[in-house]
């Protein structure tokens, strides 16, 4: 009598940016070719994958701790536990050293087309890995497994060439690479046939997209005609890369969203050159102000990181001083948090105590929360597009959620929506996070 046997089952879980989830995207289509079955139950699973950060210290904790809740909850109850991911190369085979982890396979950001050969390996005696980074793994043959919703992600290109002196992203994820505008395009197409009405471009370095004689702006003009795709975002871009043509792009059609992650991380110029981000203040500051001449209305938000190695109380007020005159949208700000195998860590000193780390951004915080008050108050009684993301709010079963164009989310108190609906919805509130609407009929 012939036996069948059954599939192993995977649960993969995964951690830290856009990227990642893209990533654990293709490790689904990968394995679901290669007979695996995923499972959103983690007890019923043969496998379990954490798909890792390591861009700080608190995503990192968060892992070792979730690695040991799972050998806690599974006594006794066999399972492989693979990491993949940044934490994966960034820590490399110390990994499989610390006894306490008991991790059975490793994997890079470049190697998931391995994992059936590395699973299979780890049923073997050894302890399987690979953490090849390659100048060339676009993984533009794998159509990812996505799972549904309005927005997918498209990563264009992978790795990032700019080593700011915080960052471990060069070293986690390897060199720079883009795939073919053809290719992204299909992809684009492929996912307007399939339902999705947002599509966002990702790369570390987005912006730095480069394919043979296209640059970014050729591949956005491109995206931008696929028939179906109503809305196009991109994340996350570098300051240094904002040509004019660029921003023409954005403004000549409809349906790129007029919203910009522009990244500061400090607004003194000498901790800026300290971290290598290759501008000033002043040119920061200029480019802001010609991004908002060639594209009115755009949105921008940003990344900030105060207490970098030496930086004073007088530089930090630099910082400060510009988050008062862009007026960001939105912002995300973090405590420098010193990396293994970075420039920083290995040549300047994590001299600022947690303390006063902790004052500068909660002082941050009070302001970004003003300015987000202020702007967001200047919305009550405008008309905004929302796309509705979903039913069900906090506060309410009945309300709706959605997102204007300028990535701001509204929640609407009254209708009945399909998700990916575009409606006009006339503002009556806000506060710093949200804004709050009834559809104009
Ligand atoms: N490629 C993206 C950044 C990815 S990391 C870009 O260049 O915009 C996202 C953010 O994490 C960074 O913008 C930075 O603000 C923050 N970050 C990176 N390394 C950090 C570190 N060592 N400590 C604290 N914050 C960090
Ligand atoms: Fe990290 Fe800088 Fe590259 Fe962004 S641009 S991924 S912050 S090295
Ligand atoms: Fe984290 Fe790697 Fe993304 S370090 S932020 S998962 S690129």
């Known amino acids: 009598m012939v036996r069948f046997q059954q599939k192993r089952t995977v649960f993969v879980e995964t951690y830290g940016c856009q990227m990642n989830e893209y990533d654990t995207e293709l490790v689904r289509a990968i394995l679901t070719k290669a007979d695996y079955a995923f499972t959103q139950d983690e007890a019923q699973a043969d496998i379990i ?25 599974r006594a006794g109850v066999p399972v492989k536990i693979g990491i993949l991911g940044c934490m994966a190369t960034n820590l490399r085979t110390e990994l499989f050293e ?45 159509y990812p497994k996505r799972e549904g919703g309005v927005n997918a992600w498209i990563a264009v290109m992978r790795g990032c060439n700019n080593f700011c ?9 390897g060199r720079e690479r883009s795939r073919s505008v053809g290719n992204i395009v299909e992809e684009a197409q492929r996912l307007a046939a399939d339902g999705f009405k947002q599509i966002t471009l990702l790369g570390q370095n987005v912006n730095s997209y480069r394919h043979e004689e296209h640059d970014f702006a050729d591949l956005m003009a491109a995206v931008a005609r696929v028939k179906g795709i109503e809305r ?10 904002f040509p004019d043509k660029f921003l023409e792009v954005m403004a000549a059609h409809d349906n790129i969203c007029k919203q910009i992650h522009l990244p500061l991380q400090a607004g ?25 001449a060639k594209v009115p209305g755009i949105a921008l938000s940003t990344d900030v990181i105060v207490g970098f190695c030496t930086e004073t109380d007088e530089e930090f007020d630099q910082t400060l001083k510009v ?29 600022v105590p947690e303390a006063i780390k902790t004052e500068r951004i909660v002082a941050l915080n009070e302001l970004q929360r003003d300015i987000m008050e202020k ?11 929302v796309m509705i993301e979903k039913k069900g709010t906090r506060k309410s079963d009945d309300n709706f959620l959605g997102r204007a164009d300028n990535n701001k989310l509204v929640t609407i108190s009254d209708g009945d929506f399909q998700a990916g609906d575009i409606i006009p919805v006339m503002i009556t509130g806000a506060s710093p996070h949200q804004l709050r609407g009834v559809p104009v009929y």
């Open 49 to 73: 994958m954490l798909n890792t950060c390591a861009i700080r210290e608190h995503a990192h904790r968060k892992v070792y701790g979730r690695v040991h809740k799972i050998l806690h909850d």
């Open 98 to 142: 610390d006894r306490g982890l008991k991790i059975d396979f490793i994997a890079g950001p470049d190697s998931y087309k391995r994992l059936p050969q590395l699973i299979s390996e780890s049923y073997g005696e050894g302890k399987p890995f690979d953490l090849t980074l390659s100048e060339f793994e676009t993984y533009s043959d794998v």
């Open 165 to 173: 002196t915080f960052c471990v992203v060069p070293y986690t994820r």
């Open 232 to 241: 196009i975002r991109f994340t996350s871009p570098h300051p240094k890369d």
């Open 268 to 292: 003194s110029d000498r901790i800026l050159e300290l971290m290598n981000r290759t501008y000033t203040q002043e040119e920061f500051l200029r480019l802001v102000d010609n991004i908002r």
């Open 323 to 351: 988050m008062r005159e862009v007026e960001f949208d939105s912002a995300f700000m973090f405590k420098y948090s010193q990396r293994k195998g970075t420039i920083a860590s290995r040549k300047m000193e994590d001299d």
């Open 375 to 385: 702007l967001n108050a200047r919305h009550v009684g405008q008309t905004m597009s």
